[in-house]
């Protein structure tokens, strides 16, 4: 595969690809695109060269024969947390336990990557909420959006729109639970 071929490809679609057909070749071009941040991860650790190249490859075959056992959502992420974990490894069989100064690195990296990853999480959850919000009926939608978003109360509603109490609890009612039955419906897609 000529790997220029697929710069416009982004990483998860590469990703779902390799999932779908189990080829090595996606892999490939994903890993083909991370060669100098896993270098540079394993130089930040390992402070040698060789020994970063060497870390390099056998992160490659570790991807290779793991990524098959995960269902990896963020490539980068990921990589990067196999890559420093590797390194620590590396680190520790060296000097027989990791350095505290590591140690301490470490635990704030992992902090600062779960935070990140949760925010990401977050953002495609709510652009989900909103692709969702925009599939319901105009009156759950219009309910859903002045009782949550804008903080109204039902008669606040019921003023507004001109429905009545009941409706405005009917649609605020079966616009939620439609809401999380499409959101389910995608994020199981995904």
Request: hydrophobic letters at 35%; glycine letters at 2%.
């Amino acid at each position: 595969m000529n790997k220029e071929n697929y710069n416009h490809i982004t990483d998860q679609e590469l990703l779902d690809r390799f999932y779908e057909d189990h080829n090595n070749d996606w892999l490939g071009i994903l890993l083909d695109r991370y060669i100098l941040l896993l270098f540079g991860v394993c130089m930040k650790y390992l402070k040698n060269e060789e020994e970063a190249k060497d870390s390099v490859q056998q992160i490659f075959l570790k991807v290779i024969t793991e990524i098959s056992k995960y269902k990896v959502n963020y490539f980068r992420s990921w990589l990067y947390a196999v890559a420093r974990n590797h390194c620590l490894m590396q680190l520790r069989d060296r000097h027989g336990k990791i350095p505290s100064a590591i140690s301490e690195t470490m635990s704030v990296i992992t902090d600062e990557e779960s935070e990140k990853n949760n925010h990401i999480e977050k953002e495609q959850l709510l652009k989900l909420m909103a692709s969702s919000l925009e599939e319901l009926n105009p009156e759950q939608k219009q309910c859903l959006i002045l009782f949550y978003l804008e903080k109204k109360s039902y008669q606040e509603i019921s003023d507004n729109t001109g429905f009545t109490l009941m409706q405005v609890k009917s649609y605020i009612q079966n616009g939620k639970r439609n809401l999380k039955i499409l959101l389910d419906k995608k994020i199981n897609k995904s």
